[in-house]
């Protein structure tokens, strides 16, 4: 996984990288294009001058938007819930209180948890145990790091990055709107779509502790840095390209992008919704009567449905709103990839956490899931992939 031992030596360095090239690709000077001629903008050609790598202002006011987010978690009210059972049996109970609040020290949240993997004790991942220090500092050490009751992972996972990409989605309609005295229907429908995401993301939280990141994954580089700088600076690229060149979308892109969206909504929900209720209860009245295999592991595995039409169709849902997402950016696609970077970085990270999953599961289920593959044939995509 992830290019072999070293390849997160890698990764450590050049995803950064990626984060600052996107901004420096694409401003309000310049946006890199791919169409007709490769035209490089001058904000790259004079990257060495003008990067500034450090800033004790961004330091501060980052820090103090984390802080603060980690105090709100703190005191205020939250539900108590139980998490998956751990490799030794036991469970975890978390504070949960993401749908109360409207609402990051990221460098040091990544070396305290590492640190504190190395103390006796700690439950190590099974993935961030290898031996290899770059590679277990990328997958995380512990699986659960906590200071007291409060749980490292849970809380980037879903406070500081998420919020703090609609934060910045909101500034970007504002600057729009500083700029010329209006907000385009574009930038509301980015806006709309990506704070509807997040809201639902933070008002079904109990249902993240069931995810890979939660349950298999610890908490390293890779965890720490996609919650705390990928997701907010790199999600919200669309919304950045339109602040700096603002568009209306015609009444028939405005239905083109909604079409897309709600296609994309029906089938995420949908796939979610069907394996969750039926994880939950399988004879839930919804649920009861799709078609199951048995397994030696004792779960069962649904093989009609939404999961008998490919093993991730939730991913493909998941990857249509991602498209709507872009879409609002109009036909900047054809001449720069910037605007639309986020699809199709989503469809690499999608394509490569199903062969994760189907590692996962062969070695849940054994052959199993040899016979399930043979049911159900696809991986994503239904007759494609
Ligand atoms: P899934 O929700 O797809 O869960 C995979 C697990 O579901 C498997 O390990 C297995 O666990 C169970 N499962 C698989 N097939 C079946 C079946 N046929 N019947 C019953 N159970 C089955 O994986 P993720 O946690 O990766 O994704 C959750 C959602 O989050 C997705 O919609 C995804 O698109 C989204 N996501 C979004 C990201 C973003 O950046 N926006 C990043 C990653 C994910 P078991 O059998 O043990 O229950």
Redesign the pocket.
């Known amino acids: 996984e992830f290019f072999g031992p070293h390849g997160p030596a890698l990764l450590i360095l050049v995803l950064p990288a990626v984060v600052y090239g996107l901004f420096l690709a694409c401003n309000q000077a310049d946006c890199l294009s791919v169409w007709p001629t490769l035209h490089i903008p001058s904000s790259l050609k004079a990257l060495p001058e003008s990067l500034t790598l450090f800033s004790w202002e961004a330091m501060g006011v980052f820090g103090a938007w984390f802080g603060g987010l980690a105090l709100l978690h703190l005191i205020l009210p939250g539900k108590r819930v139980q998490g998956a059972p751990l490799p030794d049996g036991s469970r975890l109970t978390y504070k949960l209180n993401g749908a109360l609040r409207n609402g990051t020290l990221k460098a040091m949240s990544v070396y305290w948890p590492h640190l504190q993997a190395q103390w006796e004790g700690a439950m190590l991942s099974g993935h961030g145990s290898s031996g290899y220090p770059w590679y277990d500092f990328w997958m995380g050490r512990e699986l659960n790091p906590r200071t007291g009751t409060f749980d490292w992972k849970e809380f980037c996972e879903m406070y500081p990055g998420l919020i703090g990409w609609v934060i910045i989605n909101l500034g970007m309609a504002h600057k729009q709107y500083m700029d010329i005295g209006r907000v385009t229907n574009s930038m509301v429908l980015v806006n709309a779509f990506q704070l509807y995401?997040v809201v639902d993301a933070l008002w079904n939280e109990p249902s993240i502790l069931?995810?890979?990141?939660i349950t298999t994954d610890g908490f390293g580089y890779m965890l720490a840095f996609g919650d705390l700088a990928w997701?907010p600076f790199v999600f919200s690229c669309s919304s950045r390209y339109l602040a700096d060149y603002p568009m209306d979308l015609s009444a028939a892109g405005v239905a083109a992008v909604l079409a897309v969206k709600l296609l994309g909504y029906y089938i995420?929900r949908g796939?979610?919704g069907q394996?969750d209720t039926?994880?939950r209860n399988p004879d839930h009245p919804s649920v009861a009567h799709l078609k199951?295999m048995p397994t030696t592991?004792g779960?069962?595995?649904?093989?009609s449905g939404w999961?008998g039409m490919s093993?991730?169709i939730?991913?493909l849902?998941?990857?249509i709103m991602?498209v709507a997402w872009c879409m609002p950016c109009g036909l900047a696609g054809l001449y720069s990839i910037i605007p639309y970077f986020y699809c199709i970085y989503?469809a690499t990270?999608?394509i490569h956490?199903e062969r994760r999953?189907d590692a996962?599961?062969r070695k849940?289920?054994g052959r199993d899931w040899d016979k399930?593959c043979a049911m159900?044939k696809y991986r994503i995509v239904p007759y494609v992939y």
Do not use: E, P, Q
């Open positions: 995401y069931s995810t890979m990141d997701v995420f796939a979610n394996k039926f994880r199951t592991r779960t069962k595995l649904i093989i999961w093993r991730h939730n991913y849902g998941d990857w991602g989503f990270l999608l956490r999953d996962a599961c849940k289920y399930y159900v």
